[in-house]
């Protein structure tokens, strides 16, 4: 006898954040990596955090049985699956126990690496400022059941009085971001892997349902996206992997080996790939309708005896929504599910997780602009409401009448939008955009700078020690003065300094000791940002930051980064790289006003940077990094719309730095994406020198470098700082080999991956030793192959 599908929430989220609301499980991930806590403890500690957020999330208004989404993770939940099924490169050994599983010890080892294998790769999460552990799978790689941690959290909740609704990523997304592994052939697509990784799923699954799942959400956000994975699948092969995929977890009856399914696609719209999932078994669908459009009547018709989950609240942004606008959305759906045979629910367009828990903890902000805000709870709130519409429009008539006052006065607030900033963007010309000719600039940087072949350097940031921090949070308590804390900061810019100089570095940067945030420091000293302080959202694995409220027109009331360059230049007789932040990563990384296009935003950001460079050269200082790292981040996930934004975030970085002498060697650094897809908009910025994280992904972009022609100075990097682990002078010696049979020496540079602001100082004096050391033998090596060529 067939069980009768359980009815799907009324109002869910596709995720909540995961890090506590005080970051406590960063706290709790980082003691145990130090050895100052158990397992036991840190299990602990997780599943305080599971209940609490289950507790909260009902209290929000999630209360219909499987509305709380099981969304935790230790580190990241593309990990999570991978552990689940298995999924470890060979190149790890042994790391399933004796049972057969993978442990919290061998998870960590993967994200984080150990003294003689890498960590996995890590690139960024669709088009968001989340870094996902890529996934290496190979015709070697061997499916099982390896943890079933996600049923173990399922229980945890049930057994405390909430029904959860597990959560994993779809086997479709998990393989198409997945990389061949060392040892595929070429060409080798995982996706061919889909019929091995299904069982462990179905398994799964069943294990879910024997524990009392009613639902389980898969995430599948790979079919939003146009592909430009390394084995080129099309979206044809995507359409067959979800008929394929979905027609085998679909095949048991609901009750009767699986629970009903939740299939999510979130970060944009399904597009050529709705038929495919309104065809699939799957009991509902939850779709993006932000960012996405309403699919056509056609079809929605498709979605008869299906619930469609209505993703109408932005989860990825912080604006408080126009409920008004999505009641009538919900309207024209409901009528459509009448017509058509389908149930509709509302729910976040995608997990909240992007953005902080509460902005009811915010209370030194503004009243005016914390009303203008929704965070996580605010957004469980608002979809509540829409629910409520759903069910009675008189229920949630108060709630939209006070939504739309509220965005009214946005409109109306003083600096929203300034005169004076929109009449310096309106009168920009195309001269505003270009320097000179490379080779130009080449030859008077040369005679300025006399830098060896493969000069080395570092990205900006050295480790923010334990003393620097509680400087920081002693002055902002009032504890120490302002000319205390520039004592103690200057301080540790000439401990620096003097490391450099030790370890002989040949540019040398200031350490950013007095920076709590690449991108936060520059929003406290631009008009038009605020701040927030319990604002904290997770970047990847442990590490969190606090995006900035980009609310209104950006300008630079006075110099920002200059005395501290100006004073670390003074103690050198080596160029000293002034340190700023890009405008494009300035708006990724930042919460950013939705009323107007982002080119208009990224100009003025850019015109404020370009004034700094001014200064920063009449101060002496003849290098000036302009760090992009999040360039690609924000790059669209339709192929349509991607030279628009190509052109407007290269010529914003132009529009910065075009300004600057001919012999100020412009510097930029980009980091944790696959930089294949837009070379030629990283060519396009003109920078003199571009740094590029390569350690981790094993100097692959040189490929891309070489294919492409790219004629100016490179630093493909040979440390990966984003695990405590040391590269030793042999290995950096070998990336390097790598590097210059592909790219010319004289472009070179050597460099780590990314800043040092995470890393302790032991650790980070050793790698440098080891970088220094491998740049010399490297220097040598090419000298010898020029004489060779010579004779």
Known sequence: MSVQTPAFPSATILGYPRIGRRRELKKAVEAYWAGKSSAAELQAAAEQIQLGTAARLTELGLTEPSAVPGTFSFYDQVLDTAVALGAVPARFGALHDADGRLGLDAYFTLARGNAEQQPLEMTKWFDTNYHYLVPEVGPETSFSLSS???????????????????????PVTFLALSKASDDAPEGFSPLSRLEDVLPVYAELLERLAAAGAEWVQLDEPVLVADGDDAAGTTSAQLSAAVERAYAALTAPAVGEGRPAILLSAPYGGLGEQTAAVAATGVEAVALDLFKGALPSAAELAAFAGKTVVAGFVDGHNIWRNDLAASAQKLDALKAAGAEHGFAVAVATST????VPHDVEEETQLDAQLRSWLAFADQKVREVAVLASYLADPASAAGAIEEATRVIASRAEAPDVRRPEVRERTAALTDADFSRPAFVTRAAAQDAVLHLPPLPTTTIGSFPQTA???GARARLNKGAIDAAEYEKLMKDEIKRVVDLQEELGFDVLVHGEPERNDMVQYFAENLDGFDVTVHGWVQSYGSRCTRPSILWGDVSRPAPITVPWAEYAQSLTDKPMKGMLTGPVTILAWSFVRDDQPLAETANQVALALRDEIADLEAAGIKVIQVDEPALREL?????????????WSVKSFRLATAGAQDSTQVHTHLCYSEFGVIIDAIDGLDADVTSIEAARSRMEVVNDLEAHGFGRGVGPGVYDIHSPRVPGQGEIEELLKTAVEHVPARQLWVNPDCGLKTRGYAETEDSLRNLVGAAKTARAHVAE???AAKA
């Open 148 to 170: 079933e941690r996600v049923v173990d959290e399922f229980a945890l909740a049930k057994a405390n009085g909430t029904v959860t609704r597990p959560y994993l990523v779809g």
């Open 351 to 354: 997990s909240t997780f992007h």
């Open 467 to 469: 003393e620097v921090r």
């Open 635 to 647: 790059l669209p996930l339709r192929k349509a719309d991607q030279p628009a934004y190509l052109d």
């Open 785 to 787: 192959d020029g004489l």
